[in-house]
């Protein structure tokens, strides 16, 4: 009996009929798709992702499976696809003065969504694998560096990053973490609820609180290996009795001072996660991590610009792709005149 290949998603459909959603688990986290949750982001290529906002599927009179409130509900993730795409902006320029490679970048924004690059997987994913247990504690601290620095950056910016998890960490091929999904992200001191699942209880301002509170939860999902159940479960209010033990785990201090808010800033909590790598790290393993960071952010400047115009074509790829016929004839033939005057 032949396998069958990937299904079509028959609930969600992508901007560009072109692009079929495939899964072929229950997830969706399967064929082209390489992120399922309040946005769709499938592989384009080897190198490049595209995210966009879930479209509801419907018949021909307009029928769809949803009711109302999930219909609202995905004119909200559209509103956060475009707030990511504005943040993604700003991010882009502060990046250009003063880069850091713990940040996802380059990313073209379009009005269909964001293209991206193609990492290898998110943190989360590999934490629910088999194989995280055998993860070094070495790489584990080195893990918890990158991502206090790159919220450190975003501090530093003038940015919080609101929706810090682990699933929107991603790994790429060499083993580095970057922070990326920024629809939550807004300016300091502003009136944006963080929207974690564990950012409780909710913080009235986007501030350094918020930030340190979900990293102490970073943290504790690094070195512990996942978060108990009952933990997961907004809890309101949230106890500090009802807090995991932590003091047992390495930078347990940490984690606890997060989650009472004790850190007057990012960085500073950045400072003691900077203080224990090097405490437990041997200097040649320092060094040879901070000349790594060199090489990678020698390596965004270097392939960048490349990277951004091969997302341009991509994407006038895409756009030709699902243009009725004699619009595409049309573009041909005016290109073609243009380059006969020029």
């Not at 250009?96 to 994913?125: D, T, W, Y």
């Not at 975003?154 to 580095?176: C, Q, S």
């Not at 001191?189 to 102490?216: I, K």
């Not at 479960?233 to 004790?262: F, N, T, V």
Request: hydrophobic residues 40%; contains cysteine.
């Amino acid at each position: 009996m032949e396998e069958e290949g990937p299904r079509v998603n028959s609930y969600f459909v992508s901007p560009f009929p072109s692009i079929s959603i495939l899964v072929d688990s229950p997830d969706g986290i399967a064929g082209n798709v390489v992120g399922f949750g309040t946005a769709v982001v499938v592989g384009l290529s080897a190198d490049i992702a595209f995210k966009f906002s879930r479209r509801i599927r419907r018949g021909p009179w307009g029928e769809t499976n949803f009711n109302q409130a999930e219909i609202e509900r995905k004119e909200d993730l559209e509103e956060l696809i475009r707030r990511e795409s504005q943040n993604y902006a700003v991010l882009s320029a502060a990046l250009n003065m003063h880069p850091n490679p713990n940040i996802l970048q380059p990313c073209f924004a379009v009005p269909e969504g964001i293209l991206m690059p193609r990492l290898k997987a998110s943190l989360q994913s590999l934490q629910e694998g088999p194989d995280y247990i055998h993860t070094t504690f070495h790489q584990r601290l080195l893990w918890a560096k990158q991502i206090a620095n790159g919220l450190a950056w975003l501090e530093k910016a003038g940015f919080v990053h609101g929706d810090l998890r682990p699933a929107n960490i991603l790994l790429d091929n060499h083993g580095n973490v970057v922070l990326a999904d920024f629809g939550s992200s807004a300016p300091y001191r502003t009136a944006q609820v963080t929207c974690a699942d564990l950012y409780y209880p909710h913080f009235n301002y986007a501030g350094y609180w918020s930030e340190n509170y979900a990293m102490g939860w970073v943290l504790y999902s690094l070195f512990h290996g996942s978060v108990p159940d009952k933990f997961n479960d907004q809890i309101e209010p949230l106890q500090e009795a009802q807090l995991p033990p932590a003091s047992h785990l390495p930078l347990g201090y940490i984690m606890e001072k997060c989650w009472r808010r004790a850190y007057p800033s990012v960085r500073e909590m950045e400072h003691d996660v900077l203080h224990e790598y090097s405490l437990h790290q041997e200097w040649r393993y320092v060094i040879r991590d901070r000349v790594t960071d060199w090489l990678r952010v020698l390596r965004i400047w270097m392939f960048k610009n490349s990277q951004l115009r091969m997302m341009q074509r991509t994407y006038h790829k895409l756009r030709m792709e699902n243009l009725p016929y004699f619009w595409q004839v049309k573009r041909y033939e005016d290109g073609k005149a243009a380059n006969n005057a020029a």
